[in-house]
């Protein structure tokens, strides 16, 4: 009778350890749909909107620039925000992260839509507004480091590209949706949309972030984080560790964000110049953008299957320098005004090629940080990286040239920022078949003996392939995140070894 109520006990929590990792890719996808509809309305309303409710002053170039200088400020937070989301993360869960950055980034949004025009209040108007901007930078920040973190420590092995991929998805879906609640909007009549009409995303974002907060209250810590906090080994400081054991792999992670230029310079700049120097329609326009992002969602989880099976380097790299160079070709269709050309070259390069090293980014990140000190080493990195990425389409309205042939400097600088991210990813370690355990440093094996097992060998690292044989209950426990394994034939059970 014992017996049996034990392995239906045993029964129903192997039920559940294999459901949560599914629970965590659903969390993480639904919490970065709703974090990033957020954060793209807003771009949406600066390229079409904003230059002529806050800055109506100015001459419409100029005011272009500075509505669009608003989206860029967000990106000079995430760096700051990123040393503090990335403290919290590594020293007290993931979870307090993820909680936090939806509360603000869904307050922050829901305020713009509140903000009087510059002409009711005047100048405070735009100040408020980069405030604003501001604080959904420090809640971005921290987004999708805390989402991808946990997601990678649910996912089994030999999967983990996969399953981080879903939060990237979610990114996507939360465009689409984003973009898709302009197509009625902006058929307004100008004085409804530049007085009410352009609020209304930002006022549903009340919705978004109540369902966003029921979702992320109910996730669990992951497994190797867990095992990290039941031995104490949290840093009281992760930047120090960071910064001391693994600024190489920090500088490759900064540098591979620049790979964002293409999906900024897609989402404002070039929406910018096709509206209003090429005269193209603007709902035209948003359903390319719609279109690209609904061919990313199937296409993000199958470059992450491929890049568990090949690597996640060639992915990446791949993707990193296809869609820069089809800028090229994206913009002068754009120039162009051929609207069969804008949407076989946007999908082709958002859709498809981009989607390579969006979905693989998440996990080849993460895999290059121990989980002591992966949230910030994810978060800092990407957000020096994005921060850049994010001025992109400040630095291309200041370096275009005049007409519809001023797109030819915007093009290279954004295959340039492609072309660095690239290099700084090739010199990175291949992490595809390396498990999280040895990422770690806490898959030891006894070191060979002629005779007896003796009390004083010393452990050495295994193999990923040599663990999956292995019949070792010592490291079975560790993988489980449990801290005291027993003795095997006489020998102390492993330590921490690589610490």
Partial sequence: ????????????????????????????????????????????????????????????????????????????????????????????????????????????????????????????????????????????????????????????????????????????????????????????????????????????????????????????????????????????????????????????VAFGGLASTVSTIVAVYALAFAVKTVGLDDTTMLWVVIAANLVALAAIPLWAYLADRIGRKPVFIFGALGSGALMFAYLAAIAGGSYVLIFVVGIAMSGLVYSAQNGVWPALYGEMFPTRVRLSGMAIGTQVGFALGGLAPTVAVWIAGDGTGGWVPVAAMTFGASVLAAIAIATARETAHVTLAEIDGIEPRPAPTTGAATSDAVPVPVTAKEISSSQRAPSARSRLGRSAPQTLQGQRGPGRSGR
């Fill in 1 to 252: 009778m014992v017996d049996t109520a034990m392995d239906s006990s045993g029964s129903r929590q192997g039920e559940e350890a294999g459901k949560t990792p599914i629970k965590a890719v659903i969390a993480g996808w639904i919490g970065s749909f709703l974090e990033y509809y957020d954060f793209f309305i807003y771009g949406t309303a600066a390229a079409l909107v904003f230059g002529k409710v806050f800055f109506p002053t100015a001459n419409p170039t100029t005011a272009t620039l500075l509505s669009l200088a608003t989206y860029g400020v967000a990106y000079v937070a995430r760096p700051v925000g990123s040393v503090f989301m990335g403290h919290l993360g590594d020293r007290y869960g993931r979870k307090r992260v993820l909680v936090l950055t939806v509360t603000l980034m869904g307050t922050a949004t829901f305020l713009v839509g509140c903000l009087p025009s510059y002409n009711s209040i005047g100048l405070l108007a735009p100040i408020l507004l980069v405030a604003l901007r501001l604080l959904q930078g420090l809640a971005a920040s921290g987004e999708q480091a805390g989402a991808n973190s946990l997601s990678l420590e649910h996912a089994p092995e030999g999967r983990r590209s996969f399953y981080t991929s879903f939060t990237l998805a979610g990114t996507q879906a939360g465009l689409v949706v984003a973009t898709a609640l302009w197509l009625p909007i902006s058929t307004l009549p100008e004085a409804q949309l530049d007085s009410w009409g352009w609020r209304i995303p930002f006022w549903l974002s009340a919705i978004v972030t109540v369902a966003g907060l029921i979702i992320r209250s109910r996730l669990t810590e992951g497994p190797a984080f867990q095992r990290v906090e039941a031995e104490d080994e949290q840093s009281r400081l992760p930047l120090a560790p960071l910064l001391s054991e693994h600024w190489p792999n920090l500088l490759r």
